[in-house]
Nanobody
Framework: QVRLVESGGGSVQAGGSLRLSCAASGYTFSRYCMGWFRQAPGKERDGIAI????????YYADSVKGRFTISQDNAKNTLSLQMNSLKPDDTAMYYC????????????????????????WGQGTQVTVSS
């Protein structure tokens, strides 16, 4: 059974950093699209960083590009999100999610940042950034 467990959230002042981790179990890590999503109160859940199972391709939403870095440790089955230069607008519940690769292009996996495309979700970890 696929299980995702996030950790590392907390409260930080603007300009600070946090590192989120997602421990995954129950499946072969390298065959899944994995990503970080966030949802602020009253807003939709958005995909902010995606890691492709092709050896390192990534996607970042414009709102976090240049500040956040997604990485994956296959040996430890862990997905991480390093968040730097945090802003109050980054305040949200952050979720780790995974889905099997269902589309390929020229032998390379295609992943999306659309929450509805992801089958497996962690419980979330809260990130609060104060000004």
């Amino acid at each position: 059974q696929v299980r995702l467990v996030e950790s590392g959230g907390g409260s930080v002042q603007a300009g600070g950093s946090l590192r989120l981790s997602c421990a995954a179990s129950g499946y072969t890590f390298s065959r899944y699209c994995m990503g970080w999503f966030r949802q602020a109160p009253g807003k939709e859940r958005d995909g902010i960083a995606i890691f492709y199972p092709d050896g390192g391709s990534t996607y970042y939403a414009d709102s976090v590009k240049g500040r956040f870095t997604i990485s994956q440790d296959n040996a430890k089955n862990t997905l991480s999100l390093q968040m730097n230069s945090l802003k109050p607008d980054d305040t949200a519940m952050y979720y780790c999610a995974a889905t099997t690769v269902s589309r390929w292009s020229r032998g390379r996996p295609l992943c999306t940042e659309t929450p509805n495309d992801y089958n497996y979700w962690g419980q979330g970890t809260q990130v609060t950034v104060s000004s």
